[in-house]
């Protein structure tokens, strides 16, 4: 079991061809695997508002086309929602943090709620929009797992509410993890980013998939630390935080979003150029 570590920090391109050099090969495979809130896009103040910056786009939609780069987006948001913010066509994407994937022919792995656990959602959803969808919080409902958004409620108000939401989802036996200026309420099942990250490598390249490929993850977030931990010794993964001290699985840190970029043209130098 790995553990938690202060990573060493990447801040620009010249740092990932120093710290990685011969990590990728024009001759070989690489899998990216992305978050996209905080990851592809910088975080805004409501999620309907995000937007990838215009060049991080660009080249994202590059390598995308190219035959030795797998690419799939791994969001906490619903499937269709991130398809449509993302927008690329030919790449896997999951949503839900992993509970819903789309592969690029259209076929889908759904993780199926026992149907209890379906009920107590239905019944959680009621009572946090009865009791504490109020003082510009409000509950994103994505069907299998929810995200309570508090960042518009005022500062004085801010932690009762998200404590009585806190409180709310687990009374219904669901996990509150702690995002930015959300709750994020995941059902209580043995299926998070890691889950799906090992699950859409084996699917693509099979059970020995790390022999035949190099992975590449990068996630904002502490759903993004399951993936993070799968794939520790097996990929590189990248925690974007401005935190210097924070712990992670990861085995880079990335001070902020915009060093995304530099990491998609670290890969865009390679298969691409």
Not at 32 to 61: Q, R, S
Not at 133 to 155: C, F, I, M, Q
Not at 200 to 213: M, T
Request: charged residues 25%; contains cysteine; glycine residues 6%.
């Amino acid at each position: 079991m790995p553990e938690k570590q202060v990573a060493p920090v990447i801040r620009n391109l010249e740092d990932f061809e120093h710290n990685l050099p011969g990590y990728l090969s024009s001759e070989s495979p690489v899998a990216v695997l992305l978050d996209y809130d905080g990851t592809l896009a910088p975080i805004a103040d409501n999620p309907a508002k995000t937007k990838m910056p215009v060049e991080l786009e660009a080249i994202l939609h590059k390598i995308a086309k190219h035959p030795k780069v797998f690419l799939a987006v791994i969001s906490g948001r619903g499937l269709k929602d991130v398809q449509k913010q993302v927008n690329i066509d030919g790449i896997t994407y999951a949503g839900n943090h992993g509970l819903e994937i789309e592969y690029p022919d259209g076929s889908r792995h759904d993780y199926e709620l026992p149907t209890e656990i379906q009920k107590n959602y239905t019944q959680m959803v009621r009572e946090l929009k009865e009791k504490v969808e109020k003082n510009g919080a409000w509950v994103e409902d994505k069907k299998v797992s929810l995200t309570y958004h508090y960042r518009d409620t005022p500062v004085a108000l801010k932690d009762q509410q998200k404590q009585l939401a806190s409180e709310i989802c687990t009374k219904f036996g669901f996990r509150a993890n702690q995002a930015h200026e959300a709750i994020e309420a995941k059902p209580p099942v043995n299926w998070n980013k890691g889950e799906a990250a090992l699950y859409i490598l084996k699917q693509k390249f099979g059970d020995n998939w790390s022999q035949k490929v190099s992975v590449v993850f990068a996630g904002d977030d502490t759903t993004d630390e399951d993936a993070m931990r799968v794939l520790r010794g097996l990929g590189r993964s990248f925690r974007i935080s401005a935190d210097a001290q924070i712990q992670t699985y990861a085995d880079f840190r990335l001070p902020k979003q915009a060093v995304m970029t530099d990491l998609l043209k670290w890969i865009a130098n390679v298969y691409v150029s």
